[in-house]
């Protein structure tokens, strides 16, 4: 018989949360690091899936695998109308190179431990629970980055993702067959009815002022460049200064230029080179050719075109006083999002409601989530993250904030499944 059950006092399991984020940790884990290694489609990445939709499996939640890879558990309880849209948690479990347990991790785990936390308590939802993770989030494999997640929306199509070739030569379609997740879901997927992705903050801001919840209500514009510089190759010692072609000087004036540039715009502009890469690299020649990336974020499109626009005058004008080629290639390129108002209330007003402090924050790294902002009401949580360290073996969010963003994620995703009570 249902009745009407108080969900205020109902709270996940902390200690099992974080034996599954250690058993996850285990696969591809970096000696003498808490970190891990896992690259998309990788043999570590096949591991951590298998691990994964175990868990899934383990839990009565009916999987599915489309033809990028993505992998949906849905989950219904005893009175959960099945003919009704999931709503929809998740993020990603492969990692960059030296990559750290909690990153895109986090979000998977979390989910199917609401869904463990309410089914032990007995409760239904109206809306059905989804848990997903997406296939090639961090991009560090096959670019772009939220690959995965971008073909599940219709933002790429299928072909041309499965068509996508990796730094390392490898073709994106080959390594889903040869690991066995290519899929036969169809992508685009069905819009869920909502989505929201528990993540660490991957940044300083929550632990500098001492907040444990961040309710996101944006996620910055993202503009990844390849340039590449071609000049003239000569012997260091006797060429004189001023009839060199040299890309390895080039490389270096944009690399200043793009520091100096998002100093002078302010605000939230920020400006990366991650990438310099010199051939024939050699201390005693004068460089043939430089490859260099450029990574300009802003949560303004209109700044962050500026940005963009300042760059390329700048590499036409260096060009041509250096008496060197230099073009350009993106890698990837998406719109600042703004996620759904209403949702992220609902975030915010949850974490005061279960005690938790609680600020409103855009977040300056990309996520699943604004992806899934195309096509649905969306928002995302975050934890802190000590010293603001991610995309590194030494990340760290202490257990406590970990479960208070999983508590939260919790009633959120509760309140989104059923908006008339919670059924027992």
Known sequence: MNREVDLYKLRINIDRLLERLDDLAKIGAIENTDGCSRLALTDE??????????WMRDLGMDITIDGIGNVVAVWTGPHTD??????MTGSHIDTVKTGGRYDGNLGVLAGLEVVETLAEAGISTRHPLAVGFFTDEEGSRFPPDML???????????????DTVGIDGAVLGDELERIGY?????CPAVAPHAFVELHIEQGPVLEAEGVTIGAVESVQGISWTEITIKGQSNHAGTTPMHLRRDPGYAAARIATFVRELALELGGRQVATVGQIKLHPNLVNVVAANATITVDLRNTEEAI???AEQRLVEFCDRLAEDEKVTITTRSLA????????????DRVAHTAAELGYSVKRMPSG?????QMLARVCPTAMIF?????GLSHNPFEFTAPEDLEAGTNVLLHVLAALANENGYNK
């Open 148 to 162: 995965g997640s971008l073909v599940y929306v219709g933002g790429m199509s299928l072909e041309d993702g499965l």
């Open 45 to 54: 990445d096949k591991e951590g899936r298998d691990l994964v939709v175990t």
């Open 82 to 87: 099945p003919t009704l849209k999931p709503v």
């Open 365 to 369: 790294a990309g996520h699943d989530a």
């Open 333 to 344: 390129r998406f719109e600042p999002v703004v996620f759904d108002p209403e949702v992220v």
């Open 304 to 306: 962050l075109q500026q």
């Open 383 to 387: 934890t802190p993250s000590w010293e």
């Open 182 to 186: 290519r899929g036969g879901a169809p």
